[in-house]
């Protein structure tokens, strides 16, 4: 008999026990038809090793192979070149942390890769509040991402790691494959940027969604603005943002400040989507002066 195809399951992790165990509960009822066998790669983004006792006590009882890693730097980047380094046969998975799949993802993933013969499948991650958001929260879609028909062919601006397959090739040259100096988000974008100039093609498969939780305080004002203002400043990094893309941004800042007492108007979900806007450039350019208004890896509160 054939060897079967073997798949890396890789998780970063950052001080969500609950949520991580949540989620190896639901990896371990994943329905892979005999196509494939697949283990697990943690990598704990935490010094302190937060979730080690949960991994630990879930590879004990588990059928499932489990590798657990620590990066002890704060760094997104850093931690899934870890998790990439630790991960054997023949595809890598991500998925984060926060998110839920159900028994058919990774099924799915793997039937779309072999059908389409590209170098990745990605597909949609939905948002699952923990409870009723406001009425604002559901108009302004804030959570929601954009979605492509099955067997789209993806442009790197609508690439990320949330739910992905890829082929583990793709990895062999050299362990720098995520930039560090994204160590707050657009990482995985840059990535899959580098990988398309180099000829790799990445499909959208709309029927692998996974859940992702989305608590009451990742919908706070202040939340919504510290984000997108960090967003604007990982966007920094992206080649090709010189000096016209930051005048592009200061037109915009200047448009979006003088447009917000009418959108104020129009409705509060309005309102916020272009204080996001706003503040997505504004981080930009603040980062681009070398003033850091939001100083934290990551805004969750």
């Not at 038809?33 to 943690?42: H, N």
């Not at 958001?133 to 302004?140: A, E, F, N, R, S």
């Not at 062999?172 to 899959?192: I, V």
Request: proline share 5%.
């Amino acid at each position: 008999m054939p060897q079967k195809q073997q798949i890396s399951v890789c998780i970063c992790t950052y001080r969500r026990p609950i949520l991580l165990e949540r989620l190896l509960s639901a990896l371990e009822q994943q329905d892979t038809e005999g196509f494939f066998e697949f283990s697990v790669v943690i990598v704990d983004n935490d010094k302190s090793e937060s979730t080690r006792s949960i991994v630990e006590s879930f590879a004990r009882q588990s059928r499932i192979s489990v590798c657990y890693d620590v990066e002890p730097e704060q760094n997104i980047a850093l931690a899934r070149n870890r998790a990439l380094a630790n991960s054997q046969g023949n595809f890598v998975a991500f998925i984060d942390d926060d998110e839920i799949p159900p028994e058919s993802w990774l099924l799915r993933l793997y039937k779309a890769l072999t059908n389409y013969h590209c170098d990745g499948i990605l597909a949609p991650v939905l948002p699952q509040f923990e409870q009723a958001p406001p009425q604002w929260v559901l108009k302004g879609n804030y959570f929601d991402r954009p979605s492509h028909p099955t067997g789209h062919v993806l442009a790197w601006t609508n690439t990320r790691t949330g739910n992905v397959l890829l082929k583990r090739e793709l990895f062999r040259d050299d362990q720098k494959w995520f930039d560090p100096a994204f160590g707050s988000g657009g990482e995985d974008r840059d990535l899959f940027r580098r990988l398309i100039e180099k000829g790799h093609t990445f499909i959208w498969c709309n029927e692998a969604a996974v859940y992702e939780t989305v608590p009451s305080n990742r919908w706070k004002r202040t939340v919504l603005l510290k984000r997108a203002l960090l967003r604007g400043k990982m966007a920094l990094n992206t080649p090709g943002t010189g000096v016209l893309s930051i005048l592009k941004s200061v037109i915009a800042i200047i448009a979006y400040t003088a447009s917000l007492p009418l959108l104020a108007i129009c409705g509060q979900h309005i309102f916020m989507q272009y204080l996001i806007k706003l503040c997505d450039h504004l981080g930009k350019v603040l980062a681009f002066l070398g003033i850091n208004l939001v100083r934290e890896k990551y805004v969750s509160n």
